[in-house]
């Protein structure tokens, strides 16, 4: 903790070294000189603005925008997709439950009733 303590002071005092070494040469310009080069300069933001927001925005709208939506429209089939398979499951699962639950009305008998009645009909034939 007291090294990083000691790296901020020394930081602190570098900074205010290299600011402190041109504020003799301000004494020998007049003020109206210093005042109309304050005047006709730009302002940091606007160079900021058009250096570097500008051109992120364009980078943006250009690369970055179509290639996020390239990816989510791949995501979005895949989960369609898997939604659609996930559906046909479902409903082959359901049609088997009804396949289950609804009696047979065509008279075709399941095959261990077929054995039951066979053997009570073999069991009265050896009675017989």
């Not at 927001?53 to 690369?63: K, Q, Y």
């Not at 996930?86 to 699962?93: A, D, G, N, P, V």
């Amino acid at each position: 903790m007291i090294f990083f303590l000691i790296l901020l002071l020394v930081s602190c005092g570098g900074l205010v070294a290299l600011l402190m070494r041109g504020f003799p040469r301000l004494k020998t310009f007049p003020k109206s000189e210093l005042l109309s080069r304050c005047d006709s300069a730009k302002p940091f933001w606007q160079d900021f603005y058009e250096f570097l927001v500008v051109p992120a925005i364009r980078i943006h709208r250009e690369n970055v925008r179509p290639t996020a939506y390239k990816e989510i429209e791949k995501m979005a089939r895949r989960f369609r997709i898997v939604v659609l398979r996930i559906e046909c499951l479902l409903l082959r699962f359901a049609e088997y439950i009804r396949g289950k639950r609804v009696m047979s009305s065509n008279g075709h008998k399941s095959h261990y009733w077929e054995q039951l009645n066979n053997c009570k009909n073999g069991a009265n034939n050896k009675e017989e």
